[in-house]
């Protein structure tokens, strides 16, 4: 597997603290079978003062570390990138940072005020040559208002990744309700750790496949943590790569919404048995659409 969102540099952010909380998740990463890891630390102005240099030289510092200790994970520099007016300047320049190198490139919008002039910006991105990717759409508080124009991104270019741990309901049962539904109408291209520690938000990348491999299949699965990371390191054209694949027949998988907020809101969710519910709506689902 290919991790592309993790907070994996030390000191640098919110992520790990210091080399090694670095270093237990890299072995965390490897247990769970993480080849390659995008070392994409936060660029946010007026908090995260970040540069592609100084995140190039951090990375290069980490795996020096790991190949020292023996630990067998490949490391690429990237970032966690804010959404700013002079984007494009800033990557064209260095300053600002994408995924290996490639013209993918992470972007992270307000978690709690949807920007004016999303749409603009994305495609603008899209124009300029680069296919940006929309950090964990499902844990922002504006999405449920701004849906339609979530599916309008994806159809002009943009790609969608999730956090692994929405699936899990490490975010809440919001989170999981979205990272579900973008998953079953085929709006998720990637799925990452977004790991910031060894403890509290580890690696869990494995989990997350198999949680969603028992939703639209083990190979969508391996897609979303193996295919498509793969292209974006080759810096392969997303034409060239597999598209999403969710649940067949979306109107079907609309009616049974209403089931799935009734058992996140059960007396036996709250004791525990949430995860059963869904994976019995899952269940429902996948005989259905055989």
Same mark, same amino acid.
């Not at 994305?122 to 990717?133: Q, R």
């Not at 309700?177 to 079953?184: F, N, S, V």
């Not at 709506?281 to 429902?284: D, E, H, L």
């Given at each position: 597997m290919?991790?592309?969102h993790?907070h994996i540099?030390? *000191?640098i952010?919110d992520?790990?603290?210091d ?6 998740m890299?072995k965390?990463s490897?247990?769970q079978g993480?080849?390659?890891v995008?070392?994409?630390?936060h660029?946010?102005?007026?908090l995260?003062? &970040?540069?592609g ?6 990375t290069q510092?980490l795996q ?5 200790? *023996? ?12 959404m700013t007016?002079?984007?494009?300047? *800033?990557? @064209?320049?260095?300053?600002?940072l994408?995924?290996?190198?490639s013209r ?6 307000p978690?709690?005020?949807a920007?004016?002039?999303l749409?603009?910006f ?12 929309l950090t964990?759409?499902e ?6 208002? %701004?849906y339609?124009?979530i599916? @309008?991104?994806?159809q002009?270019g943009?790609?969608m990744?999730?956090?692994a741990?929405?699936?899990a ?6 989170a999981l ?8 109408e085929g709006?998720?291209?990637l799925?990452?750790?977004d790991a910031?520690?060894?403890? %509290?938000r580890?690696?869990n ?6 949680i969603v491999?028992? %939703?639209v ?15 974006i390191l080759?810096?392969?054209?997303p034409?060239s ?6 649940v067949? &027949? ?6 049974? %919404?209403?089931?799935?907020?009734r ?7 709250r ?9 019995g709506?899952?269940?429902?689902l996948?005989r259905?659409f055989?």
């Open positions: 290919i991790d592309l993790c540099l030390p *000191g952010d992520g790990a603290k080399v090694s909380v670095s270093l237990a890299a965390a490897v247990a993480v080849t390659v995008a070392c994409t630390p660029i946010t102005p007026g995260y003062h &970040n540069s240099p100084a995140i190039r030289q951090a510092q020096a570390i790991f190949d020292q200790e *023996g630990i067998p994970l490949q490391l690429v520099a990237g970032a966690d990138v804010h007016p002079d984007f494009v300047v *800033g990557i @064209r320049s260095g300053r600002l994408s995924l290996a190198d993918y490139v992470l972007v992270e919008p978690h709690h005020i920007p004016p002039q749409e603009e994305f495609f603008s991105l899209v124009v300029a040559g680069y296919v940006p990717i964990h759409p844990r922002l508080s504006w999405v449920p208002s %701004r339609e124009m599916k @309008r991104l994806v002009g943009v790609w990744q999730i956090t741990g929405s699936f309901g490490a975010f809440g049962s919001n309700y979205w990272a579900e539904r973008m998953l079953d709006c998720v291209h799925l990452a750790s910031h520690d060894a403890q %509290r580890p690696p990348l494995a989990e997350g496949r198999e491999a028992k %939703r299949g083990a190979e969508e699965a391996q897609r979303l943590v193996l295919t498509r990371p793969m292209g080759k810096d392969q054209t034409s790569l597999p598209g999403p694949v969710g067949a &027949n979306v109107k079907s998988v609309s009616s049974l %919404r209403a089931e799935d907020r058992l996140a809101s059960s007396p036996a969710s004791s525990g048995g949430a995860r059963d519910g869904v994976r709506v899952a269940g429902r996948r259905l055989k």
